[in-house]
């Protein structure tokens, strides 16, 4: 009881009697505490912040509205590849794209592309209470849709899992509403015409497919992985 009170007794004084300009700096350094923790509050060695030119153009949400995790791969050889993906506008009205937050590399680097509070275009249906997060992985890379291609054979490398997983750790951490964790095949279950075929149909998502350590990683995270049934069929507006 006495430390809350000389605590409350400190504050006042402070507020009281500091200098205008004293309290000023005190307001900016509140300010920037609060602002900062978005991307700062993983605090990961091998993250690289690196936001795409629309990160600020994407639909901005509250921290406290994300419970979903989406594990993808890229469908793509290297990082570089993705980036030019994520890159592209796609979407002429907002002048944004399709990409997720986060991105692993096989190396186990981390980048991430978008801010958590910001809504970023990588689920049909999910974006809003989501995070993506894209392992770097060839999936059915360059003819996705042909049905000559539909096996994902390149495994996810060690370094790259154990990354994937520190990552998840120190997003548990700051995002404590975050209770949930899906495949993108599991969210998305269309099936489109095929490319080399007019008469076959395949799975227009797999990613990240049968290789994905799912036993590991959820021996490891407190996520639970929820495949929601009866998935509604949004329109193909979006990845
Ligand atoms: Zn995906």
Redo the contacts with the bound molecule.
Sequence with gaps: MVGTHEHHFTSELALNDAAPGVFLLWSAAMMSAMTIPVDKLLNLDRMRVELLPYDDRLERRELDQIQWLVV??TELPDMAGARQLGEKILYPDSRTGNSGHFYVDRDGSIFQWVSLDRVAH??SGFNRPSIGVELVNRGRFPNWWDTTSQQMTQPYPEEQVEAFLGLLDALCAALPGLGFIAG?EDLDRRMVTSTDNPNARVQR?M?PGPLFPWDLVLQRTRLRRNIPQDQPGPPAAQ?
């Design positions: 993808h791969c990588h689920v993108h998502k990613d990845i």
